[in-house]
């Protein structure tokens, strides 16, 4: 059974920073894709950052310079290191994990397991 747990978020003033991670027990796939994502009241669901067992990352355009994620194989965790917070980073943020599959001949994470969420405000 595949469990992801993450802890890190609070409380911080603007341009602040935090490190958010994520323990991962139970997940075995190879090749696999995990990410960050974040929800704010009344907004949809979005990523943030993602990385494969490749090693290949993206961000969300708002996130580039601002947002790194890495991961520790050893320690089973996918961190998020968040630097110059602003008041719109303010969300909800959830770690998630997948088997990256290959649809239509291009890789595709769909993402199935995911953690309870961990706060992270902003205040202006």
């Known amino acids: 059974q595949v469990h992801l747990v993450e802890s890190g978020g609070g409380s911080v003033q603007a341009a602040g920073s935090l490190r958010l991670s994520c323990t991962i027990s139970?997940?075995?796939?190879?090749?696999?894709?995990m990410g960050w994502f974040r929800q704010a009241p009344g907004k949809e669901r979005e990523g943030v950052a993602g990385?494969?067992?490749?090693?290949?990352?993206s961000y969300k355009d708002s996130a580039k310079g601002r947002f790194t994620i890495s991961q520790d194989s050893a320690k089973n965790t996918l961190n998020l290191q968040m630097n110059g917070l602003k008041p719109e980073d303010t969300a909800m943020y959830y770690c998630?994990?997948?088997?990256?599959?290959?649809?239509?001949?291009?890789?595709?994470?769909?993402?199935?397991?995911w953690g309870q969420g961990t706060q992270v405000a902003v205040s202006s």
């Open positions: 990385i494969d067992s490749d090693g290949y990352i």
């Open positions: 139970g997940f075995t796939y190879r090749p696999y894709c």
């Open positions: 998630a994990a997948a088997p990256r599959l290959v649809v239509d001949g291009s890789p595709s994470c769909e993402y199935k397991h």
